[in-house]
């Protein structure tokens, strides 16, 4: 690596004849092109739907598999004055899932009961005593949101106990599928339809936007009052902002910024959120706290803040779930330190994969921890927590680009009490005396795929731009792009050959203020956040070459041009 350089850059070449191309068709600044070409979007036609999605562009929700089972299944309910019991899951995603299924069904006139299960206490999917709840108050109908691909046994449960069994969900499918009235997944093997990657909510919305649709109401009106659910769950589960998914969060960040809903107005209202609401908010906001109930305490709370109506009441709720995470940081912090001193401790961040455990970590926590460890040691990883039983483990998985974490727990379930996922993140649980053992054998099966190449972190730059072409109209034009998220990252660049004219630190000594010059031009302001250490050795006046984020940063109704330098090179 070049001197001073904490990462290794891609740089992809830039394609000048494609890039022309867009400037000329649709009239973006050759910045916008750029990053449009290096994302796959060089056709113009393409570009122009990327740019400008309606909610025209949303598939034929019939097209989902069993889309016409489900409908029927719901609406024969609704016929019959039937009970029909949803059951959803502790997450973001699972929480809006069964708030959307929740209000649509209420909203048409079925009776509806909803459950989102307690992690502590049910544990991660459907628990055999949600079966036995709906059967006691009479359901008829069991219909799951965001879980259910698994759920074998309690899906048969169902059956022996009069109720018929509709699964909506978006998990990979392992080697059996369950046996319902109806199975919406777009996973499924046989499936046709044209988006695979939509979130539990976004299956959900599109269902019962086709139940709309087929009973003569109007779906533009559906879209409108839950695209605001559909974008939470979508973007905290951080799927990627491509095809629908691009659609729901673009719209449904549209819906959030003036939702009508009480609860999420109470939310906003105690984070102190106003006017947009982008994807940041979602991601490291309003997701986070949602989450924090069912994390540490009882998803129940996010989901009766999501259906509450009552403006004293959800603001109760908010306040709550406010307190719940506060704490939620705090043992994230405790377990994050002690998960850290372990992995060094134990020489374990030379291991392909790593697995770890302990009796006093939290179950809701370890995901968040098994994330942050990814960060700091660039390889993926367990973190488990005892279960209450004394006897088993669960554990939260977060991992790499170049490594499925679902497809290592499916081939490994000899030695596995059960798991499942998706490939960035998954969960597994087995005997906690066998830590040890399931560890070695993941180590070894990460070995197959990855190599010491795969745990060097990389940074992708979009391209490599000149500092003029980092304007105020082109950062205005780059709007368009928005949400980033997951598959559609904020872009970053490189621009090569810079004097770092200016080094100012802050209050804070790890974020430094620098000034850069490229020959005679105008000063370019630039932020160096957490680079104080390294800046620290770098003489003013050193040419250096620059990663680096541009942003539009206002202040006091000021409107400035500014870089986020993420890496340097001298």
Known sequence: MTQMQAEQWIVPSRDSLAESRLCDELGVPPLVAAVLVQRGLNDPESARKFLHPTLDDLHDPSLLPDYEAARDAILGAR?????????????????????????????????????????????????LSAVDAAKAAGAKLFLTCDCGSSAIEQIEAAHEAGMKVVVTDHHTIGAEAPVTEAFVNPHRADSTYLFQDLSGAGVVLKLCAGITRDIGMQPHQFYRAFLDLAALGTIADVMPLVGENRIIAKFGLERLSDTKKI???????????????????????LGPRLNAAGRIDDAAIALQLLLETDELKAMELAQQIEVINVARRAETQRILEEAVAMVQEKGLDGKNLILIGNEGWHAGIVGIVAGRLVEQFRRPVFVASLS??????????????????????RANMEILLGGGGHAMAAGCSF?????????????????????????????????EVAPAEVTHSALEAMQMLEPFGCANPTPVFVSRGLKLDQLM?????????????????APIQAMGFGLGSRLAEVVPGAVADLLFEPCLDEWNGRVTLKWHIKDFAL
């Open 79 to 127: 016929e019959r004055k039937e009970l029909i019991f949803i059951h959803g899951d502790y997450d973001v995603d699972g929480v809006t899932s069964a708030s959307i299924l929740h209000r649509f069904l209420n909203s048409i006139g079925c009776k509806v009961q909803t459950h989102v299960p307690h992690r502590m206490k049910e544990g991660y999917g459907i628990h």
């Open 263 to 285: 609860g999420l107005q109470a939310l906003k209202k105690v984070t102190e959120l106003t006017g947009k609401i982008t994807a940041y908010h979602v991601g490291f906001v």
């Open 388 to 409: 209450s039983d004394g006897k088993t483990a669960k554990a939260s998985g977060r991992s790499i680009a170049k490594f499925n974490l679902a497809d290592a727990l």
């Open 431 to 463: 005997e906690y005396d066998k830590l040890d053992t399931v560890a070695e054998a993941l180590h070894h099966y990460a070995g197959q795929f990855l190599t010491e190449e795969d745990f060097v972190l990389r940074r992708h730059a979009d391209v």
């Open 505 to 521: 630190p802050t209050r804070n000594p790890e974020h430094v203020r620098v000034t850069l010059r490229d020959g005679e031009s």
